[in-house]
């Protein structure tokens, strides 16, 4: 027995298991009642909130909420019965005649990424890289600013940005109108116009606390900061699709998932976060429901929209302001309320102020509307809407490298009133709200007289080539007139909404917008990603210098390109292009002979697929 001893200790002191509490620790009695009570937990939050059960028996993804349709052959769920098929096809064959084709892959949710879309084909590809590949293959015209008329990318990649439109830095305008002014104290007398979206996040919820609980949390928060004399105003969820689902989607998207439906109750103990919760659309019109009971209970006057709530907070306000003489408070953190104060106020009215409660705004929490207008002047402001929407709020996108303090300041040196009066007014044709908007879009960036969009594209992507240390990335070229005449008409639509204060006066399908799965979608554009002669294309493999007829290149009347493989367009073919009869019979005998100067493989063939970026189809000679 000693001596058994004496080995587990020379056993546990190689090992580094000297002191016996350092392993197995998992078997302990209280780690397993840890265990089991962490079990429980997640069980019980499965009972209520089923993320494996959906009524449409479509592919989700949990932590993304991404969702397959039917169309797109998505498989992953089936890996199992694909590995086992194609087990089966290879079994018994020799080992040099295997394969796997490409077509009996599992294709998984990451394709639904973006894509470019050529007739019925689908292409699944980095826009960047099939900007650089499409560039290359325009070598072969004398044309080449003509190919820019097209965007060259899955997406006009000035304006999206991963299938969404890109985010603007809203909050740069607002530090624009502020710059200079001083901090200013609010009268003593004032009446809260409280925006009811902002407050569902500025309320922290406390942990293990009921749903009354919660509501108690708001109506001591309000009656603390605000008085019973507020007014609350609240989003609404019931109107049906808005031209902000696309901005929806991408806030859904950055919470990592949509929780879950959750039938609450007031005594009902809350196991979801904060911000998962919220994220619901349905969750949260429901929450929504439930406080403005507590509140107007408590004495808060409750409004709520039919759909987004920041021109009924403005008008909300305005009305106060215009019918009593004390001074208004708007409480929001979105630009777009305070674009719309510095728009509407009119010097008959109460002097209203923008108050800020988010963590970042701690310089200028309260702003006199009326000194904003008076720094950035009476002019910038009657073209503020414009300017908002132009550079791109939660309806239209924003433009790459063009923020909204440049916007601002380049629209309001300039003689624009014009083109943003026929932005604004709801009667303008589109022929007109184009012109003006395509003005505009040229003003910013730095056209002249004469030009278009689509010749400062190549303008543009010739100065980059020439300049830049790296290549030239497709999002820093000016959008091609289509993208920009579907921008345009969405800008308008919002410009309109903001100055009427309402969302009934257009019709988004006939400004910009799709209708798709019951949501507007921004119309990106309308062209295709690149012209179809390019889109099928071949490059050769040639190892001399493509004088054969054996050049695919020159076989198809086509010069060679950078894309060769071994020429890279530096050969005899590379400036002028012979046909298959040009070939003299001395060329052809010329070169009998010499087979071993080309490769077997010696062209290549290249074509979009839905499954791959490229695939390479080989032709042997």
């Keep these: 027995m000693h001596q058994c001893a004496s080995l587990h200790l020379a056993m546990r002191s190689l090992t580094g298991l000297e002191n016996p509490t350092d392993h197995h620790i998992e078997t302990g009695v209280s780690r397993m009642k840890c265990d089991r009570r962490d079990m429980l937990k997640v069980v019980s939050w499965l009972d209520k909130n089923d993320p494996f059960h959906t009524a449409d028996e479509l592919l989700h993804c949990i932590s993304t909420g991404l969702t397959a349709s039917e169309e797109d052959c998505i498989s ?12 089966e096809k290879v079994t018994g064959a020799c080992v040099v005649d295997a394969s796997f084709p490409k077509a009996d892959q599992v294709r998984t949710l990451q394709h639904l990424g973006s894509r470019c879309h050529v007739g019925k084909q689908s292409l699944v590809m980095d826009g960047t890289n099939l900007f650089h590949r499409l560039i290359i293959l325009v070598e072969r015209t004398d044309d080449v600013a003509g190919y820019f008329k097209y965007e060259l990318t899955a997406a006009p990649a000035s304006l999206y940005k991963c299938g969404y439109m890109r985010k603007a830095d809203k909050p740069a305008l607002a530090k624009e109108m502020k710059r ?5 104290q609010m009268p003593s007398q004032v009446k809260y116009v409280v925006d009811g979206g902002a407050l569902l996040h500025r309320v922290r919820w406390l942990k293990n606390s009921t749903f009354s609980q919660v509501f108690q949390q708001y109506v001591s928060y309000v009656m603390k900061k605000y008085g019973n004399a507020a007014v609350v105003v609240f989003d609404g969820y019931d109107s049906g699709p808005t031209i902000k689902d696309d901005e929806h989607r991408r806030r859904t998207q950055k919470v990592g998932r949509t ?44 409004t709520q929209a039919s759909g987004d709530a920041d021109t009924l907070i403005v008008s909300t306000a305005l009305q106060i302001a215009a019918d009593e003489k004390n001074a208004v408070a708007v409480v929001a953190d979105d630009t777009d309320i305070l674009v719309m104060l510095a728009y509407h106020l009119t010097p008959a009215m109460s ?43 939660d309806s239209t996108s924003a433009i790459y490298g063009r923020g909204k303090g440049t916007v601002l300041r380049k629209l309001t040196k300039s003689n624009t009133m014009p083109h943003t009066d026929v932005m604004q007014r709801t009667d303008a044709t589109v022929d007109a709200v184009v012109t003006a908007g395509m003005e505009l879009m040229l003003l910013l960036f730095d056209g002249k007289a004469g030009d278009s969009l689509n010749k400062l594209r190549h303008s543009t992507y010739c100065r980059l080539a020439a300049t830049s240390l790296s290549r030239p990335q497709p999002e820093k070229l000016p959008p091609t007139e289509r993208a920009a005449y579907f921008h345009i008409l969405c800008v308008h639509l919002q410009a309109v909404r903001w100055k009427n204060l309402n969302d009934c006066d257009l019709d988004p399908l006939a400004w910009g917008w799709k209708l798709t799965d019951g949501q507007y979608m921004p119309i990106m554009t309308d062209l295709a990603a690149a012209p179809d002669d390019i889109l099928n294309i071949v490059r050769c493999k040639c190892k001399t210098s ?59 063939r290249i074509y979009f697929d839905s499954d791959l970026d490229y695939e390479l189809e080989e032709e042997v000679q």
Aim: aromatic share 4%; hydrophobic share 35%; charged share 20%.
């Design 76 to 87: 992953c769920d089936d890996a199992e019965q694909i590995g086992a098929m194609m087990q």
């Design 180 to 184: 200079g002014l001083t901090t200013e």
């Design 259 to 302: 929780s879950p439906e959750v039938s609450f109750h007031d005594n009902m103990l809350i196991v979801s976060s904060q911000q998962s919760f919220l994220s619901n659309a349905a969750n949260k019109a429901r929450f929504i429901d439930c406080l403005k009971l507590s509140l107007g209970a408590a004495g808060c006057q409750i």
């Design 351 to 393: 002097n209203v102020y923008f108050v800020s409660e988010a963590q970042k705004a701690a310089e200028h929490r309260h702003v006199s509307i009326a000194s904003a207008q008076n720094n950035i002047g009476l002019s910038a402001c009657h073209q503020l809407l414009v300017v908002h929407a132009l550079a791109g709020c």
């Design 546 to 604: 493509c004088v054969s007829h054996l050049c695919s290149c020159r076989k198809n009347s086509l010069m060679c390109v950078s894309a060769c493989s071994n020429c890279h367009g530096d050969c005899t073919n590379g400036e002028t292009v012979s046909t298959y009869s040009d070939i003299s019979e001395d060329s052809e005998s010329e070169h009998e002979g010499h087979a071993d100067a080309y490769s077997d493989d010696e062209t290549e």
